[in-house]
C-alpha cells in the first residue's frame, strides 16, 4: 500500500447515508388492500463458480422454470435447511419466482407496492421482467411502487435473485476464498459470528395498494406528566403524492385516539405540516410485563388525510404505547421508575425454517419469556420481524433494539456508511414500538482496533440524530482496559463467559470476577452497566453430579454464580440488568466447539426447558417481587415437605 492510501485509510469521513421513505407496516383500512405472497415459490440456485450467469442470461425476462429445473421453496423460510442436499452451505446467488394475480379493480385511481419484510443479505426484484428494487442488508424491510408495471386483471411474475455472501464490506462482516477440493477448487465462506448464516426470502412478501395520495410515514412519541395521569401523544405525518388541491400545504390530518374497549379519548387536527398533539387524561401508560398488573397498554392512533376540500384520501391505524423513558450515569427509568432488566439475549432461529417468520414459534417464545418472568431480551444480533416488534409492544417485553453489525473489525469507510444505513433503516422501521427502549449499535465490535473511535463516535452520534428519545448501548467484549467504544455510549453493556470461555469449569471464578469487571466497566465510563451475555454450552439430559461443563447441573450452577454477582452489584445502584446467553439452542457454522449447533439455550431448540430454566424463572420472579411487587405464579415452588408452615388444624 502506498503512503496516501496508508494515510487515507486511517481517516473516516462522515457521510450522509440514504433516507429510507415510507415502508408503513402493510396494513387494511378502508383506503388499503394488502395482499400476501407467501407459500411455495420456485427456486432455484446458481452455479457457484458461475454467480452472475442468471442476470447476464436475463433469467428474470422469463419464467425461471425457462431457464432450468426448479424446485419448490417456501415463503417465508431460509432456504438452506429445505433440501436434503448441500444447498446448506450454498455461496452466492439463488433465484426464486412466483405469478399472481393483479386485480381489476386494482387499476383504478390506486398505487401498488411490494414489500419485502427482509431477504438476507442482498436482494434484487423484477417484476414482469423489469427491475424493481435492490435491497443491501438482511432483516430489514424494502419496497418499491408498482403500478406502472403491473398487468390488472392478469398474471404477473415476481422475480428475486438473492445472494448470501458476505465479505469485508458487508454487515456483518465475512470472508470469501477459494480452496482446493476433491474437485479441484471451490468457494468458501467463512465469518467469525456465531450464527449460521441463514439466507433467503426470510419474511413475508406483500403487495399492497394505497391511493394516490397517501400517508407515507407517521411518527410518534409521547409524553407523560409527572404523576403519570396526564399523557400526550405528538405525530408528525409525511404524505406522498400531488395534494388534490393547488397548495401542498391545504392538506391535513385528523388524528383520533382510541382505547382498548375502543372508546375515543381523544381526537385533533393537525397543523399545515401535517403534525400535531393529542392529550391524554386519566391515562393508561405502557408499562412492561410484571411492572403493573396491565402491562402492555396501547391504544389504537387512527390517521387519516384529508384534502382541503375535506375529501377523506387515506387512512392508517398503529397502536401507541404512552410512556416516558429517561437515564442518567446511574439509572434507567420507564415512567419515571427505575427499571432492572431480566431477560436474554436471542436469535430468531428455528430446526427446518431456520431464520423464516414463524408465528407458532412466535407466539411460544412469548410465552415462554413470560412463564419465565423475563421483561426484556437483545434482538442479538439484527433486526427481528416486525411481527414480534408488535408482540413485544402488547405483551410488555422491552426490547433492545440491535442492528445487524457484529463482530466489526478492519473499520473502513464503505463499512461504516453501510453500518450507519442499517441504523438509519432500523430506526426509521422501529421508531413507534414503545417495546424498543434502547438502540444497541454492535455486537463485540473489535474496539481496541485502530479508527475503533471514530467510527464509534461516528456510528453513535447518527444513532442519537435520528432519535434522541432512547439511550444507546453496544454488547461489548473487548477487555475494558483496551476498549475505545464505550465513552460515546449512554449505557455500557459486556459479554463475558467466566468458568466458559475462561476459566472452564471452574465455578469458583465466576462472582469475583464478574464484581470485578462490572466496577471497572463503570469506573472508567461512569454510566449504567449490564451483563449482556453469560452462560454455558449445555446438552440436554446431560447428567453430572458434581458438576461438570455442558451438563445441565453446570449451567445451572453458572447461573447461581452470576446471581450471586448481580445480587453484590445491584447493590451499587448503577447495575441495571442481566442477560442470558441465549435463550434457546441455535444452529451455528460447523465447529468443533459446536454440538449441532450453540447449545447455551435455557430451553431446547425445540422450545422445552433445560434444568437452568426453573432456576432463572424463580429468579426473574423475585426479582420481579422484590422491585415491582409483583406476586409469584402459583407453581413458582413445587411442594416438598410441610417445612411447618402450615397452622395446625
Ligand atoms: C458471544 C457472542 C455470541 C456467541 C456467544 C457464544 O460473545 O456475542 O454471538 O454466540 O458469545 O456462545 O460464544
Known amino acids: 500500500m502506498g503512503l496516501w492510501r496508508f494515510l487515507k485509510s486511517l481517516i473516516l469521513i462522515n457521510k450522509e447515508v440514504p433516507q429510507s421513505r415510507g415502508m408503513l407496516y402493510p396494513r387494511e383500512s378502508e383506503t388499503r388492500e394488502v395482499r400476501s405472497l407467501d407459500g411455495i415459490w420456485n427456486f432455484v440456485r446458481s452455479d457457484q463458480a458461475n454467480p452472475t450467469q442468471g442476470v447476464r442470461e436475463e433469467w428474470y425476462s422469463k419464467d425461471l422454470s ?30 426464486y419466482d412466483r405469478k399472481f394475480f393483479a386485480p381489476r379493480s386494482w387499476a383504478v385511481d390506486q398505487r401498488v407496492w411490494l414489500r419485502f419484510g427482509s431477504v438476507h443479505y442482498e436482494a434484487y426484484v423484477w417484476v414482469n421482467g423489469q427491475k424493481v428494487v435492490k435491497h443491501e442488508i438482511g432483516h430489514l424491510p424494502f419496497e418499491a411502487e408498482v403500478t406502472h408495471l403491473l398487468k390488472y386483471g392478469a398474471e404477473n411474475r415476481v422475480t428475486v435473485m438473492c445472494d448470501n455472501a458476505l465479505i469485508q464490506t458487508t454487515v456483518p462482516q465475512g470472508r470469501i476464498t477459494e480452496l482446493p477440493n476433491d474437485e479441484g477448487m471451490t468457494i468458501v465462506q467463512s ?28 411518527v410518534v412519541t409521547t409524553n407523560l406528566s409527572k404523576d403519570n395521569v396526564g399523557g400526550e401523544v405528538l405525530y408528525s405525518v409525511k404524505f406522498n403524492g400531488s395534494a388534490i388541491n393547488e397548495a401542498d400545504n391545504a392538506l391535513y390530518v385528523r388524528a383520533q385516539l382510541y382505547d382498548r374497549e375502543g372508546k375515543l379519548v381523544a381526537n385533533g387536527t393537525s397543523d399545515a405540516q401535517l403534525s400535531g398533539s393529542l392529550q391524554v387524561d386519566n391515562v393508561n401508560p405502557w408499562w412492561p410485563y410484571l411492572m403493573h398488573p396491565e402491562p402492555g397498554y396501547l391504544y389504537q392512533l387512527e390517521v387519516k388525510l384529508h384534502a382541503s376540500n375535506d375529501e377523506l384520501l387515506d387512512v392508517y391505524r398503529l397502536k401507541v404505547g404512552l410512556r416516558t ?7 434507567f427509568q420507564i415512567n419515571g421508575r427505575p427499571v432492572y432488566f431480566r431477560g436474554f439475549g436471542r436469535h430468531e432461529d428455528a430446526d427446518v425454517r431456520g431464520k423464516g417468520l414463524d ?38 417485553i422491552m426490547i433492545v433494539d440491535e442492528c445487524p453489525s457484529v463482530d466489526a473489525e478492519n473499520y473502513n469507510q464503505e463499512l461504516l456508511g453501510k453500518h450507519k444505513s442499517s441504523l438509519e433503516q432500523l430506526i ?54 483496551d476498549d475505545k467504544a464505550g465513552r460515546f455510549l449512554d449505557i455500557i453493556s459486556f459479554n463475558r463467559y467466566n468458568a466458559w470461555y475462561s476459566n472452564t469449569g471452574r465455578l469458583d471464578m465466576v462472582t469475583k470476577k464478574v464484581v470485578e469487571e462490572a466496577v471497572a466497566w463503570n469506573k472508567k465510563y461512569n454510566k449504567p452497566v449490564i451483563m449482556a451475555e453469560y452462560g454455558a454450552d449445555t446438552l440436554e439430559g446431560l447428567h453430572l453430579q458434581p458438576a461438570y461443563v455442558w451438563s445441565e447441573e453446570f ?10 454477582a448481580f ?15 441465549n435463550f434457546a439452542d441455535f444452529k451455528t457454522a460447523q465447529s468443533y466447539t459446536r454440538v449441532g449447533g450453540n447449545k447455551k439455550g ?18 426473574y420472579f423475585a426479582l420481579a417481587r422484590e422491585l415491582d411487587d409483583s406476586s409469584f405464579p402459583e407453581d413458582l415452588f413445587t411442594y416438598i415437605a410441610d417445612m411447618g408452615k402450615t397452622e395446625n388444624a
Open 602 to 619: 435455557v430451553f431446547t431448540r425445540a422450545r422445552q426447558p433445560k434444568a437452568s430454566a426453573h432456576l432463572l424463572r424463580k429468579r
Open 191 to 218: 465469518y467469525t459470528f456465531d450464527f449460521f448464516n441463514y439466507a433467503g426470502i426470510h419474511r413475508s412478501v406483500h403487495l399492497y395498494t394505497t391511493p394516490k395520495t397517501f400517508i407515507e410515514e407517521v
Open 66 to 95: 425457462k431457464s432450468g429445473p426448479t424446485i419448490p421453496m417456501p415463503v417465508p423460510a431460509s432456504y438452506n435447511d429445505i433440501t436434503t442436499d448441500n444447498l446448506r452451505d450454498h455461496v452466492g446467488t439463488v433465484w
Open 555 to 564: 449451567q445451572t450452577e453458572v447461573f447461581a454464580r452470576h446471581f450471586k
Open 325 to 331: 423513558l429517561s437515564w442518567s450515569n446511574a439509572t
Open 567 to 581: 445480587d453484590i452489584l445491584r447493590k451499587k445502584g448503577w447495575f441495571i440488568g442481566e442477560f442470558v446467553w
Open 359 to 396: 408465528n407458532a414459534l412466535m407466539v411460544r417464545d412469548f410465552n415462554l419469556l413470560k412463564w419465565i418472568g423475563a421483561n426484556a431480551y437483545r434482538t442479538s444480533h439484527y433486526p427481528y420481524s416486525e411481527e414480534s416488534m408488535q408482540f413485544a409492544d402488547e405483551h410488555g
Open 428 to 481: 426509521h422501521r422501529d421508531r413507534n414500538h414503545p417495546s424498543v427502549v434502547m438502540w444497541s449499535i454492535a455486537n463485540e465490535p473489535r474496539t481496541r482496533e485502530m479508527n475503533a473511535d471514530s467510527y464509534f463516535q461516528l456510528v453513535a452520534n447518527l444513532t442519537r440524530s435520528l432519535d434522541k428519545t432512547r439511550p444507546i448501548t453496544a454488547a461489548i467484549a473487548t477487555p475494558w482496559t
